[in-house]
């Protein structure tokens, strides 16, 4: 009996303990050990937000004669000859690249005229009689001929399509060439007034020669600012 007593009370104490075991609060998982959340949906999102933004398909900032031309509203958007949309953009990127290709083959033509208007005009300084109306007449001519490659150059230059982005910030070669192309142009106009008043007025003559070769310095400087 005593035995029988004995088991029943021992059952009694450890269905007890389970009970108390039962009733004690577990330790909630810490963060750390939370699944982390999907972020497949937020990348897709992401993804979907990024497509949609486009890249602007001309530079903020053009010089007036691209505006003119080239601009949102310039004469090619207007007459519909030349359609802003990214085709079109692709198409004139070409013909920047052309037409800036020409205008370094003219830069060079047009400095090795700078080279013999020079040599002509250092000659006919000094020279008198015939010899000077030759000498004059071909420094005529030579003037023409750097007259027009120079204006073309530059007309290339002017109204060529603008880039995809513009110009960098800071100094660079670039920025060089077209700083020193206000120099040679300025000499350019200079010189060719100066010539057409030297026979009337040749005290002028050694200010021509100064605005010559200040217009020749600057020139063989820009070009070789983009050479090398």
Same mark, same amino acid.
């Given at each position: 009996?005593?035995?029988?007593?004995?088991?029943?009370?021992?059952?009694?104490?450890?269905?007890?303990?389970?009970?108390?075991?039962?009733?004690?609060?577990?330790?909630?998982?810490?963060?750390?050990?939370?699944?982390?959340?999907?972020?497949?949906?937020?990348?897709?999102?992401?993804?979907?937000?990024?497509?949609?933004?486009?890249?602007?398909?001309?530079?903020?900032?053009?010089?007036?004669?691209?505006?003119?031309?080239?601009?949102?509203?310039?004469?090619?958007?207007?007459?519909?000859?030349?359609?802003?949309?990214?085709?079109?953009?692709?198409?004139?990127?070409?013909?920047?690249?052309?037409?800036?290709?020409?205008?370094?083959?003219?830069?060079?033509?047009?400095?090795?005229?700078?080279?013999?208007?020079?040599?002509?005009?250092?000659?006919?300084?000094?020279?008198?009689?015939?010899?000077?109306? /030759? &000498? +004059?007449?071909? @420094?005529?001519?030579? $003037?023409?001929?750097?007259?027009?490659? *120079?204006?073309?150059?530059? #007309?290339?230059?002017?109204?060529?399509?603008?880039?995809?982005?513009?110009?960098?910030?800071?100094?660079?070669?670039?920025?060089?060439?077209?700083?020193?192309?206000?120099?040679?142009?300025?000499?350019?106009?200079?010189?060719?007034?100066?010539?057409?008043?030297?026979?009337?007025?040749? /005290? &002028? +003559?050694?200010? @021509?020669?100064?605005? $010559?070769?200040?217009?020749?310095?600057? *020139?063989?400087?820009?070009? #070789?600012?983009?050479?090398?």
């Amino acid at each position: 009996m005593r035995f029988f007593l004995f088991v029943w009370l021992t059952c009694l104490a450890v269905c007890s303990a389970r009970a108390q075991d039962s009733t004690t609060v577990r330790p909630v998982a810490s963060a750390d050990t939370v699944p982390a959340v999907d972020q497949s949906a937020t990348d897709l999102l992401a993804g979907l937000s990024d497509s949609t933004t486009t890249e602007p398909l001309l530079p903020r900032k053009m010089i007036f004669t691209q505006r003119i031309f080239w601009g949102p509203k310039g004469l090619l958007r207007t007459m519909n000859l030349a359609p802003l949309t990214p085709e079109g953009r692709a198409k004139e990127l070409k013909i920047r690249r052309t037409m800036l290709v020409a205008h370094q083959i003219g830069g060079f033509v047009t400095l090795a005229g700078f080279v013999a208007q020079g040599i002509l005009g250092g000659k006919l300084y000094n020279a008198k009689g015939q010899e000077y109306v /030759d &000498l +004059k007449r071909w @420094h005529e001519r030579t $003037a023409g001929i750097i007259n027009v490659t *120079y204006g073309t150059t530059l #007309a290339l230059s002017l109204t060529t399509p603008p880039p995809i982005v513009g110009a960098r910030r800071g100094f660079t070669t670039i920025k060089l060439h077209k700083y020193l192309a206000v120099l040679h142009l300025t000499g350019m106009i200079a010189t060719n007034v100066l010539a057409g008043m030297i026979d009337q007025h040749p /005290d &002028l +003559k050694p200010i @021509h020669r100064a605005a $010559a070769y200040t217009t020749f310095g600057a *020139y063989a400087v820009s070009i #070789a600012a983009l050479t090398f």
